[in-house]
């Protein structure tokens, strides 16, 4: 059986078409294949586009020039930076400029069997603690080198360990106790008494040498850096002067931050003997004569040289000395000078506010 003449013409039609696309497609030009690639990777995921996670760790310019990566390590130090074992490096900041170079770093170890070290700061607060235990901790606390504090520390405590980084201390300004004493009936500033500070135990105000300090012009006092950072317990003042009754002003906290001016203190007069001592052949004036005047009970008990004796006190360039005494009492008054002979004597005191009385010392 012969197929349809519309059928024949129908195959033919097809495979004259077939050939033509062939023939369109070999002649298309590299230029348009390559957009319809581009145009492809237009529609990438953007995922595929993520640059690498390595940067270029050096590069060499010239022929045959080329990029070598390398892995990028967050946080990476040069090796010349990098804190040695056992070595512990800082800085304080904030140092007021007299006391620039004047710094000492403590750094003792929490374990007690290891030895503290002391190294100096540099004018620009930079210190640093070589040869300690590396896996040991250390408190370090900055002090100023050779003065008399008790060691109170004038930065933020820090327990660190040795290796890096490097710590920042921040300097402590230092805050200041202010306050002047006066006689509470004249008003009169009163210049010789004791003060003592603390808070289960007061401690007395000391000079730059290390001494008790009893003078104090126009009766000022500035107590600078009297409080420790770290603690917030109340505080308890007392101020101790000879021909006044002791002054108790506790409840006194820390203000942290600012100088505490407690304005005037006011001490009230009680009952005293004036004593002055001079040369028995000369009648010049004796100073430096240590008087001493006690209940005849208590001659012989021994006292403390360091503690504030209301009732004891040396003689002034003038030969006198102003005492608390016992009104209407019998009491034995003592005078001690090494190069005079010893004088002991009794006083029957009167119920005077203010009794006077001279001694003469005969030369040894």
């Known amino acids: 059986m012969r197929p349809a003449p519309l059928v024949l013409a129908l195959v033919a039609l097809a495979a004259a078409i077939g050939v033509g696309w062939l023939v369109v497609n070999s002649q298309r ?5 390559r957009s319809e690639e581009s145009s492809l990777e237009d529609v990438a995921p953007a ?80 210190f640093t603690l070589a040869g300690l235990e590396p896996e040991q901790t250390y408190d370090l606390r900055v002090v100023i080198a050779g003065r008399v504090s008790f060691g109170r520390p004038r930065t933020e405590l820090r327990m660190v360990s040795p290796g890096p980084p490097e710590i920042e201390l921040r300097w402590f300004a ?14 009169l500033a009163v210049t010789e008494f004791e003060v003592r500070l603390g808070r289960r135990h007061v401690r007395p105000l000391l000079d730059e040498e290390g001494r008790i300090r009893r003078h104090f012009p126009e009766g000022r006092v500035r107590w600078v850096a009297w409080a420790e950072e770290e603690e917030r317990e109340p505080f308890e003042l007392v101020v101790s002067a000879r021909g006044y009754r002791e002054l108790r002003v506790g409840a006194l906290v820390d203000p942290v931050r600012n100088d505490y001016d407690l304005g005037r203190l006011l001490l009230e007069p009680v009952p005293r003997l004036v004593v002055r001592v001079v040369d028995e052949a000369t009648q010049l004036p004796v100073e430096g004569a240590r008087v001493t005047l006690m209940h005849a009970v208590d001659k012989e008990r021994p006292r403390d040289a360091q503690a504030f004796d209301p009732h004891g006190g040396r003689t002034d360039a003038e030969g006198r000395v102003t005492l608390s005494c016992f009104p209407g009492e019998e009491a034995v008054l003592s005078v001690r000078h090494s190069r005079y002979a010893d004088l002991d004597r009794t006083l029957a005191l009167t119920l005077a506010e203010e009794q006077l009385d001279t001694v003469q010392l005969a030369p040894r």
């Open 47 to 126: 995922s595929s586009l993520a640059p690498s996670a390595v940067t270029p760790a050096a590069t060499t310019h010239g022929e045959g020039a080329h990029e070598e990566l390398a892995p990028s390590v967050p946080g990476e130090q040069p090796s010349e930076a990098r804190i040695p074992a056992g070595t512990i490096r800082g800085r304080v900041v904030g140092v007021p400029p007299e006391l620039r170079g004047r710094l000492e770093v403590i750094a003792t170890p929490v374990d007690a069997s290891h030895r503290k070290q002391v190294t100096p700061c540099d004018p620009e607060g930079c």
């Open 174 to 187: 230092d805050r200041a106790l202010l306050f002047q004493v006066a006689d509470a009936r004249t008003g």
């Open 29 to 33: 030009s590299p230029s348009a294949t």
